[in-house]
């Protein structure tokens, strides 16, 4: 009976020995709901919506501060195309299309008196060929900039490693056919230790 006792607390004592060794653990390492630091995550979802609402918002959401006066200098300039090939496109057709009934008509502009039928079509057709040229490359700058954003937005946490490095080494290159040496250069980029040369 005294070593059935004596097991039973050997048991008991190694249980609570184990219980107690776990909670420690598993309380000693939670820490304090004050000292948790949620790393907020960059989404390129973001990045990419906010450039579709307002061009140049998704790199200010990139940090890439400097591109967004890039952008509305590219929409700037193409705003200004299109004003004024529109311009032009609507003189020159005014007058290819005037036609006057009387002699006491007023042509629109100068260019009727200043070019031929043939000329006024031309200059018609020039400027409405630029002015929806114009609109396509503003189209295009458009999503260039969306694009660019949810690229930069994906690259926000890539890390480039300051030991990139470059070699340049001469090279003579003998093509098969002719048995003629051509000389030339090879270039290999590595990271030593990761890929390329050590």
């Not at 390129?44 to 940090?63: C, V």
């Not at 006491?104 to 929806?132: A, F």
Request: aromatic share 18%; net charge positive.
């Amino acid at each position: 009976m005294i070593q059935f006792n004596v097991r039973k607390r050997k048991t008991s004592f190694l249980i609570l020995f184990c219980l107690l060794v776990f909670l420690t653990n598993t309380f000693a390492q939670a820490p304090a709901i004050s000292e948790i630091k949620v790393k907020k995550e960059h989404s390129a979802h973001k990045a990419t919506i906010y450039s579709f609402i307002l061009p140049g918002l998704g790199q200010a959401y990139n940090r890439k501060y400097w591109k967004v006066p890039i952008i509305y200098a590219g929409f700037g300039f193409l705003t200004y195309m299109i004003i004024t090939n529109k311009t032009e496109y609507k003189a020159y057709k005014a007058a290819y299309e005037f036609e006057p009934v009387d002699e006491n008509d007023l042509p629109p502009n100068d260019y009727y008196n200043q070019y031929s039928k043939e000329q006024l079509q031309n200059g018609r057709d020039y400027y409405r060929r630029n002015m929806e040229l114009s609109y396509i490359l503003s189209g295009f700058w458009y999503l260039l900039n969306v694009v660019d954003a949810s690229v930069d937005a994906n690259l926000f946490d890539f890390k480039v490693s300051p030991d990139l490095t470059l070699r340049l080494e001469p090279y003579i290159y003998n093509q098969p056919f002719t048995n003629k040496a051509i000389p030339g250069i090879t270039m290999q980029i590595g990271v030593p230790g990761v890929f390329g040369f050590k």
